[in-house]
């Protein structure tokens, strides 16, 4: 049983439609996949239909942008009711701030010297809901001023570069409790990422676990091996599920082939259990898992 937790389609900033997705998901030998488009369920109904009419299981999710302590967290949220009025409209406020920083970004790379329009966005990102920082490297690539997504982001479009906006980010203890209200369950994603002061540290997990956090993300190619090895300590001392998952985004990130990490069957049931009580608890409906 091959399951991989955490992808993302043209909802967000993939680059491939739910359906392609769920067919490469097919093709790459997954029988479990999980749409987690950031701050949106946008993606759900058509992956859903896709998943159904191939046999693959889809779980339902989302990627949320978050704050803690300063500093940025992804905090992947599976199977809670999107529609829950609280959820749906911190989902909103971080998609307004998202699209009200495309603009604020192009007048910061005009004024360093790189013209580019929001037709030129648009373009590359279908209009989609969750139009970011990736379509405007999308769209620099698009314009010939980069040569890829990892140069614009390097040279352009990360904090401290001249098209650096900072934005809206929903705070991650409530989003937390958002998640589980909504009778969801919530892994906090790439947990240490790129970055290299291991934060949240085991301290601060210890909180999220307390307040309903059910997983860490251990296994992802933005993890050294010896990350891995402490975050999944971390993650049994505090009895938290262990995911491992691709963050595919079709041809948008290099090197995150769909399954190139996977989550154990036994860890996906344990989050599949904790989502089932959340939503007997809070009583919102959990989306099915096809
Ligand atoms: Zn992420
Ligand atoms: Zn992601």
Do not use: N
């Amino acid at each position: 049983m091959r399951i991989d937790l955490h992808t993302h389609s043209r909802a967000s900033d993939g680059t491939q439609s739910p359906t392609e997705l769920v067919h490469a998901a097919v093709a790459a030998g997954l029988d479990v996949l999980a749409l987690t488009d950031h701050d949106s369920a946008e993606g759900w109904a058509e992956a859903a239909s896709a998943a159904d009419a191939s046999g693959l299981r889809l779980v339902r999710g989302m990627e949320i942008s978050t704050r803690h302590q300063g500093q940025g967290v992804h905090l992947l949220a599976y199977l809670p009711d999107a529609t829950y009025p609280p959820l749906a409209a911190e989902l909103e406020r971080v998609l307004e701030g998202r699209r009200s920083r495309v603009p604020g970004m192009l007048a910061a790379l005009r004024a360093a010297g790189v013209d580019l329009t929001e037709d030129d966005v648009d373009r590359v990102s279908g209009h989609s809901a969750a139009s970011g920082r990736p379509h405007v490297a999308d769209a620099m690539v698009a314009v010939g001023v980069v040569a890829d997504r990892t140069e614009a982001f390097e040279r352009w479009l990360s904090p401290g570069r001249p098209g650096y906006v900072d934005r809206y980010a929903a705070p991650l203890r409530e989003t937390i409790r958002l998640v589980t209200e909504a009778g969801g369950v919530s892994v906090v994603a790439h947990a240490w990422g790129r970055r290299s002061d291991e934060r949240p540290d085991a301290e601060a997990f210890a909180e999220l676990a307390g307040l309903g956090l059910a997983g860490i993300e251990v296994d992802h190619q933005d993890h050294t091996p010896s990350a891995r090895e402490r975050l999944r300590a971390i993650a049994r001392d505090l009895d938290l599920v262990v995911t491992g998952s691709s963050d595919h985004h079709g041809l948008g990130k290099v090197d995150h082939d769909l399954g190139c990490h996977t989550t154990a069957p036994e860890e996906l049931e344990r989050l599949l259990d904790l989502a089932a009580a959340a939503s007997a608890a809070s009583g919102r409906e959990t989306p099915d898992v096809v």
